[in-house]
């Protein structure tokens, strides 16, 4: 398939940038500066930004799907999570590409209790700013017409840890919960070679 990674030069994006093109895969990996990003190699890199429908459009022609690992902190996180799922939903549809896959926020999720996981006792609130941001972009997707998932890790990074090659479906935030952003992407591309879940959100944990 041919795949367009936006926000490929992130520690999420370059891991779907591996894992799909570790499974065969063409890619294009869209950002800012490619100058910047030589290191991503045997793939090609194009100069985008997930808020520009324009460059979206461009980046997305001839393509099968596309995933979103993109943040931009030099943005107010509402501004910048509900402009990018819009110039996403128009951009990619203007291509003719309905499968996104967008990375998103354990925060935002509900946990044990029901709620979401930022609204839980005790959960750490310094960036509920950046989670609200994420829950706008989110209200965003479930406006547009594209097959979209949104797949969110069950609680946080595992920043130091490696690729295992697995991991589940958790039926619920867990702020204990760990995973690799290597074993992110294989969900993000399971999500793309067999669709498992249309216009939701999910998390994923560990195996």
């Known amino acids: 398939m041919n795949i367009v990674i936006f926000g490929a030069g992130g520690r999420a994006g370059r891991q779907a940038v591996a894992e799909a093109h570790r499974r065969g895969h063409q890619v294009t990996a869209v950002v800012r500066d ?12 194009v100069a985008g930004y997930v808020t520009d429908t324009a460059s979206i459009e461009h980046a997305a022609a001839a393509h099968d799907a596309a995933i979103s690992t993109a943040a931009d902190l030099s943005v107010p996180p509402h501004e910048f999570f509900t402009a990018s ?5 128009t951009g990619l549809a203007n291509a003719g590409v309905h499968r996104l896959v967008v990375v998103g926020l354990a925060s935002i999720r509900h946990g044990a209790s029901g709620a979401p996981l930022m609204d839980e006792p005790g959960y750490p609130n310094e960036y509920r700013s950046f989670s609200l941001g994420h829950a706008a972009g989110l209200d965003e997707l479930r406006r547009c017409d594209l097959d979209w998932v949104y797949v969110a890790p069950a609680g946080d990074f595992d920043h130091e840890g490696t690729r295992t ?3 589940r479906i958790a039926e ?8 690799t952003y290597a074993d992110l992407a294989i969900a993000l591309v399971d999500e793309i070679e067999a669709p498992r879940h249309h216009r939701a959100a999910v998390s994923v944990r560990e195996a």
């Not at 799922?85 to 939903?89: E, N, V, W």
Request: hydrophobic residues 30%; neutral net charge; without cysteine.
């Open 34 to 45: 490619p100058a910047g990003h030589s290191d991503l190699t045997d793939v090609r890199v």
């Open 85 to 89: 799922s819009r110039a996403l939903a």
């Open 165 to 167: 090659g697995s991991y």
């Open 172 to 179: 619920h935030g867990d702020p204990a919960s760990r995973i």
